[in-house]
């Protein structure tokens, strides 16, 4: 069996950073006067900036022009870091950090592969850098998921073949990605959600590489 590596989403996977973003796109929708619940919050997973930012001017039927949209993304993007300031190291999901070691030990390749153009921030607040082999995320890809190229870069990265990557995601869009780049998707939630992945896991909690190996 060829040698395999592991790449890992960031929100929802690594952290729960939704609950942040929620709270400063609300805060954002709520300036606009456009009503944004936690239900619509779900569409925003995994998706960029200014995608999420389009899904909520969709929802208040609005149009902007590009200047305006930038102008807002930026705005709660400064908003959202006042969260991430905060972050605590115990903020990892339960058993990443001992997945990621054991991944470590056991010669296993790692990598991220997030839409995040703050991650590399996040990942220093969680003190993870040092687990992961190399960082893939929102300022080195051009094309979003489902588009592949975030986990194909990641491969590449890892000097592995794609169909010897398996990726860890919680979104549709990242499942897709994953599967376009002929790479096998470990869906983080439920088979009800997240219908098209290869298998699933709730979280990483009591799991080790081997685990994942053996449902591969
Ligand atoms: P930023 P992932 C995604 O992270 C989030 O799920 C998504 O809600 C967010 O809009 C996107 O990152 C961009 O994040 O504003 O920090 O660049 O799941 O791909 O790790
Ligand atoms: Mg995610």
Redesign the pocket.
């Known amino acids: 069996m060829n040698k395999k590596g592991f790449i890992f989403?960031?929100?929802?996977v690594i952290v729960d950073t939704?609950k942040y973003?929620f709270l400063a796109w609300k805060a954002l929708a709520e300036e606009l006067q456009i009503p944004f619940t936690i239900e619509d919050n779900e569409r925003?997973?995994?998706?960029?900036?200014l995608q999420?930012f389009e899904i909520i001017l969709e929802i208040g039927n609005r149009t902007m022009t590009d200047e305006e949209k930038e102008f807002y993304c930026t705005k709660k993007?400064n908003l959202?870091k006042t969260y991430l300031e905060k972050l605590e190291k115990d903020e990892v999901l339960p058993g990443v950090r001992t997945f990621l070691e054991a991944a470590k030990t056991a010669g296993i390749p790692t990598a991220l592969g997030?839409?995040?153009?703050?991650a590399v921030f996040i990942l220093e607040k969680l003190d993870l850098m040092d687990l992961l082999d190399a960082i893939i995320d929102?300022t080195s890809v051009s094309a979003a998921?489902p588009d592949p190229e975030v986990f194909l870069k990641g491969a590449e990265a890892l000097s592995l073949a794609p169909e010897d990557c398996i990726v860890f995601e919680d979104?549709f869009a990242?499942i897709e990605a994953a599967h376009r780049g002929c790479m096998k998707a470990i869906g983080v939630g439920s088979k009800e959600n997240l219908p098209e992945a290869d298998a699933w896991i709730t979280g990483f909690d009591g799991l080790m590489p081997e685990d994942i190996l053996k449902m591969c």
């Open positions: 989403d960031l929100d929802g939704a973003h925003l997973k995994g998706v960029s900036r999420s993007n959202y997030s839409a995040s153009k703050n929102g998921k979104s990242g």
